[in-house]
């Protein structure tokens, strides 16, 4: 195991709800990044936080959000959700945003949207 | 912008044959550093092997094994004497230095070793 923990492991919304994901980094990690694994595809870059700051984003909208709080831990906020958003969302921690730090993942949260 | 090319969507094989996942990448990066992650039913990401875009050395560590070769921007990934715990899906990544951790993945293999 990595030690990156995240919650719930599943869950089930209704559309044009709000969902909130949670990561628990690795102890001494620094840096989170989320990802979206549609079914059948790779993960997609949502967006990286470092010392409680958002620096860097992919191509995603401003309804999906997010937050690091002082001990690192994480949040993914999707607001009025949509079917497509339906996935598995994995985070990643790592011990700084460098190109060569290690990243690892969470088993991640499959979200199911109806 | 970056990619990563995994053309074979599913790959079966019975247990104790050698299986070659292959893996194309583009960057216009001269520094980057590609990856294998292995994704079990169970979602978690395992890291697998990383490897430096100034490093062309093949690497071989017990079953598995990589070759490398920036002439070809191909970076593939050999399984020796298959299990059937390493059934899985298997995904190539790109990271090049954007100032944050953003990986570009391939859209992964899924290998699935027959006993």
């Known amino acids: 195991e990595t030690g990156v923990t995240q919650s719930p492991t599943h869950l089930i919304k209704t559309r044009g709800q709000q969902v909130t994901l949670r990561c628990s980094s690795q102890?001494?990690?620094?840096?989170v990044s989320w990802y979206q694994q549609a079914l059948g595809q790779g993960p997609q870059f949502i967006f990286q936080y470092y010392r409680e700051e958002e620096n860097g984003r992919g191509n995603f909208p401003p309804r999906f959000s997010g937050l690091q709080f002082p001990n690192y831990s994480s949040e993914l906020n999707v607001n009025a959700l949509e079917l497509d958003d339906s996935a598995l969302y994995l985070c990643?921690?790592?011990?700084?945003?460098?190109?060569?730090?290690?990243?690892?993942f969470g088993q991640g949260t499959r979200l199911t949207v109806v | 912008a970056q990619k990563v090319t995994q053309a074979q969507t599913e790959i079966s094989v019975v247990e104790k044959e050698d299986v070659t996942l292959d893996c194309v990448y583009e960057t216009r990066d001269t520094t980057y550093y590609l990856f294998w992650y292995k994704q079990p039913p169970s979602g978690e990401l395992v890291f697998l092997i990383r490897?430096?875009?100034?490093?062309?050395q093949n690497e071989i560590s017990g079953r598995y094994s990589w070759n490398f070769q920036k002439s070809t921007s191909s970076f593939n990934f050999t399984i020796t004497a298959s299990q059937v715990v390493d059934s899985a899906v298997y995904f190539c990544a790109l990271r090049a230095p954007e100032g944050y951790q953003k990986v570009t993945f391939g859209t992964g293999t899924k290998l699935q070793v027959i006993p």
């Open positions: 490897r430096n875009s100034f490093d062309e």
């Open positions: 990643a921690s790592s011990n700084g945003p460098a190109v060569n730090t290690e990243a690892f």
């Open positions: 102890s001494g990690h620094n840096t």
